[in-house]
């Protein structure tokens, strides 16, 4: 058995619609195809963003998004945001995730990144266990603003 990383393109965009579907989130539903296909050209004008699908024997099992931006803070260091982890549910606990996460981390060192970041539902006790397993330390404070819940009206 063979676990192999790769940028998805647009033939790959149902695998990974059915592995999202797996997280649960957003009460199990997932974008249609065509709007998954309009999201996902839009996605590839943006610099060093990328989508990454692991294979097992050719078959899809997993897949994370990672966005690698520059700054201007840092020295010049670049950073990135991990986002979209899943691994295929029946699968979990055989070592797939830990290897995606190996392969992202090589891809941010390769790219001159200081940190890799990302955010996880605070729920989510069995992930955070898992990603503290691999080195990933808790920090600071997250804050978001949830635009779809009218969490933010702006002042007139």
Same mark, same amino acid.
């Given at each position: 058995?063979?676990?192999?990383?790769?940028?998805?393109?647009?033939?790959?965009?149902? #695998?990974?619609?059915?592995?999202? %579907?797996?997280?649960?989130?957003?009460?199990?539903?997932?974008?249609?195809?065509?709007? #998954?296909?309009?999201?996902?050209?839009?996605?590839?004008?943006?610099?060093?963003?990328?989508?990454?699908?692991?294979?097992?024997?050719?078959?899809?099992?997993?897949?994370?998004?990672?966005?690698?931006?520059?700054?201007? =803070?840092?020295?010049? %260091?670049?950073? #990135?945001?991990?986002?979209?982890?899943?691994?295929?549910?029946?699968?979990?606990?055989?070592?797939?995730?830990?290897?995606?996460?190996?392969? %992202?981390?090589?891809?941010?060192?390769?790219?001159?990144?200081?940190?890799?970041?990302?955010?996880?539902?605070?729920?989510?006790?069995? %992930?955070?266990?898992?990603?503290?397993?691999?080195?990933?330390?808790?920090?600071?404070?997250?804050?978001?603003?949830?635009?779809?819940?009218? =969490?933010?009206?702006?002042?007139?």
């Amino acid at each position: 058995m063979s676990l192999t990383f790769r940028e998805i393109d647009e033939t790959d965009l149902p #695998a990974v619609l059915r592995l999202y %579907a797996q997280l649960g989130e957003d009460d199990g539903r997932v974008l249609t195809l065509e709007q #998954a296909r309009d999201i996902y050209r839009r996605m590839r004008s943006y610099p060093d963003y990328q989508l990454y699908l692991a294979e097992l024997d050719a078959e899809p099992v997993g897949t994370f998004a990672l966005l690698v931006m520059d700054n201007l =803070g840092h020295l010049g %260091a670049r950073s #990135a945001v991990l986002e979209d982890v899943v691994v295929d549910t029946r699968l979990r606990g055989r070592g797939i995730g830990k290897q995606m996460m190996e392969f %992202a981390n090589r891809i941010c060192l390769d790219k001159g990144c200081y940190k890799m970041s990302f955010s996880s539902n605070r729920n989510r006790k069995a %992930a955070h266990r898992f990603y503290e397993s691999l080195g990933f330390r808790r920090h600071g404070i997250s804050f978001y603003i949830d635009y779809r819940e009218g =969490g933010y009206e702006p002042e007139p």
